[in-house]
């Protein structure tokens, strides 16, 4: 039991520490860049109609892998972006990779953000676009 606390205190004292460490620029930019893409996609959901995605990933089992799957896809980039930005940094002030420290800090700064702003952008876009048709009428 020993070991699994001494694991966990080194997860969470690297995890806190990483903000104020070397890159921490991307604690910035890759949540921003998430938020683009996921912008742009909540957009295209309001054109098409679509129900808006996490609401569609909670509460529709046959739209979730297909969505869940759009959503990684759309990510993808940001995500490999992530790991790679991590593991540079461990290697510079660790010296090793963890890979579940890794997985953790891109599901926060790239996925997470993401799946909360491509919802409200689409609900965004669609009151933008109705209210777009209503002023042509």
């Known amino acids: ?50 129900t808006p995605y996490f609401r569609a990933l909670l509460r529709d089992p046959a739209q979730r892998g297909a969505r869940l799957r759009e959503g990684f896809k759309a990510t993808s980039r940001i995500i490999a972006l992530g790991f790679a930005l991590d593991a540079v940094y461990q290697f510079k002030t660790v010296g090793t990779f963890y890979l579940g420290e890794a997985v953790v800090v891109v599901f926060f700064l790239a996925f997470l953000p993401y799946l909360l702003v491509r919802g409200p952008a689409d609900r965004i876009a669609k009151w933008w676009l109705a209210r777009k048709a209503a002023s042509k009428t």
């Open 1 to 50: 039991m020993n070991e699994m606390q001494e694991v966990l205190h080194r997860v969470w004292t690297d995890l806190l520490s990483r903000p104020s460490g070397p890159e921490s620029f991307r604690f910035i930019f890759q949540p921003i860049m998430a938020a683009v893409v996921a912008t742009l996609d909540g957009v295209k959901d309001a054109r098409a109609g679509r």
